[in-house]
């Protein structure tokens, strides 16, 4: 059951109440905007609607079947002033929706005092809040409450998204004596307003759900912990239920969560990261081929709504290092580092891996990091609201050394391992193998037996024991 504890039901001293205007004309909902929002997080979701007038928008979400809340601070919807009705001559929008669904979906509130928005008695906090053409309408004395009532709902990590009318209403609308609007100021004050409450990013959909001409401040903001910054891990796979469970288990100990991106697996990649990563989030990919490109584009649209640092992995890939360091204050909002190809020596492959020791405490033969570079660049962690970069193939001459990610190629060199590789050609589309589109999107799929064989062999000869190298890292022997 939902619900609100304020002691301000309604904000009856404003414009908007005494003169209602927004509440009569405003029932927008744009469902290309909704859709969006649902696919960029995939799942159900908890949604929030500050200043939704009519509701249309919130009552779309709650149609959708997700948990959807829409709070005003007029209840001209609900009970519209006789007078005004007959001077209007029809009732407010929403009227039927907040006679259906008031205390239910839609709530009022005066949203510039404090609020707090209940389920079941528990406070109730939101993936996405959104609020459209709203804040103007606040004091300029009580922006700062009415954006820190906002963050007191948002998820950790969720969204808060919307747009600000950056000019006086005298003159426009259909009761243009009126002044609605009692913040004006240009979109630098908004920007630096909201940045106080919330971390700007990029705007995460392309869709807004009112019409944000120059006049508009259109914004995009999300929520970081008050303490550490969340740390979370991407992956994409198709059938990888051999490297999976020692994956799973090392990456379930260093990252707080995690998102898979199945591209439609048919072994038991799922039920694995299900089973051993529970709390971790799995996603249909939209692709339904297989190129480096789209997979790169897909983990950064991902990656551009997600707060706290970040970084993509393979299968093969492992982390390792301690991520301590980067809790503190004046820790970077990047770190590159190196990578350490795995490479099995004659003879260490017939050594059969066990799923219940870490693959690095059983693996651990491969090229130094002078050896590795050409094999495998630098990577990225970041908690930067930029896009990454496609490729995630980085040169840098400084790399963080307190980091490090583990490539198994070659290692465990047996068929299994090989046969994962060989299994994306499948997904790929056809391509002149000597062609530059084969080359950046995944030749090493497209090789021959023998052409493996070979690429193994050219490593072989460099290959050590890399355990002085990763006790460095925490790797125990």
């Known amino acids: 059951m939902i619900s609100i504890k304020t002691e301000y039901p309604l904000a009856d001293y404003s414009n908007d109440f005494i003169y209602p205007e927004g509440v009569y004309f405003d029932n927008r ?13 995939r799942r159900p979701i908890k949604f929030l609607d500050i200043g939704c007038a009519g509701g249309n928008l919130a009552l779309e979400f709650h149609r959708r079947g997700h948990l959807a809340v829409g709070v005003d601070g007029s209840d001209q919807c609900l009970n519209p002033k006789p007078e005004i009705v007959q001077q209007r001559g029809f009732l407010p929008a929403g009227h039927e929706n907040w006679q259906k669904h008031y205390n239910e979906v839609l709530f009022t509130c005066d949203l510039s005092k404090p609020y707090q928005i209940q389920e079941n ?25 009415a954006l820190q009532m906002v963050a007191n709902h948002l998820e950790e990590g969720g969204i808060f998204l919307g747009n600000v009318a950056l000019f006086s209403s005298l003159g426009h609308g259909n009761t243009p004596e009126i002044e609605y609007h009692q913040s004006v ?14 971390s700007i990013i990029k705007y995460p959909v392309f869709e807004h759900n009112r019409p944000s001409g120059g006049g508009h401040y259109v914004f995009a903001g999300s929520k970081y912990p008050e303490k550490k910054l969340r740390k979370t891990v991407i992956s994409h796979f198709y059938n990888e239920e051999y490297l999976l469970p020692w994956w799973c288990k090392h990456h379930r100990e260093i990252f707080d969560h995690g ?11 799922v039920e694995i990261i299900r089973e051993l990563c529970p709390t971790w989030t799995i996603v249909p990919s939209r692709n339904k081929e297989f190129l480096a490109l789209q997979v790169d584009e897909e983990v950064m649209d991902i990656m551009a709504y997600i707060d706290g640092y970040k970084m993509a992995l393979n299968t093969t890939e492992f982390l390792i290092g301690d991520l301590g360091f980067l809790d503190q204050p004046n820790a970077p909002s990047k770190v590159y580092m190196r990578c350490l190809a795995m490479v099995d020596p004659p003879g260490e492959s017939e050594k059969i891996a066990n799923y219940d020791i870490p693959l690095l405490e059983q693996k651990y033969h491969g090229l130094n990091f002078e050896n590795s570079f050409n094999l495998r660049y630098t990577r990225l962690l970041h908690n930067s609201p930029e896009p ?4 995630r193939h980085y040169w840098v001459s400084h790399p963080e050394e307190r980091l490090a990610v583990v490539w198994y190629g070659w ?6 391992l090989l046969a994962r590789r060989r299994q994306i050609r499948n997904k790929m589309p056809s391509i002149d193998p000597s062609s530059r589109e084969s080359i950046i999107n995944g030749v090493q799929h497209r090789w021959t037996p023998e052409e493996e064989k070979n690429a193994y062999m050219d490593c072989v000869s460099k290959t050590e024991d890399l355990r002085p190298i990763l006790s460095q890292y925490g790797i125990k022997y």
Do not use: C
């Open 259 to 269: 998102i898979m991106i199945d591209y439609a697996s048919t072994d038991r990649s």
């Open 185 to 198: 100021f240009p979109r630098e004050w908004w920007a630096e307003k909201i940045s106080k409450y919330f």
């Open 388 to 391: 990454y970069e496609a490729g």
């Open 411 to 416: 290692s465990p060199y047996t068929e299994k």
């Open 121 to 145: 008695g528990k406070p109730l906090k939101f993936d996405v809040i959104s609020t459209w053409d709203v804040l103007e309408h606040i004091h300029p004395d009580s922006v700062d409450l």
């Open 29 to 41: 909902v744009n469902h290309k905007f909704v859709a969006q929002i649902e696919h960029l997080f």
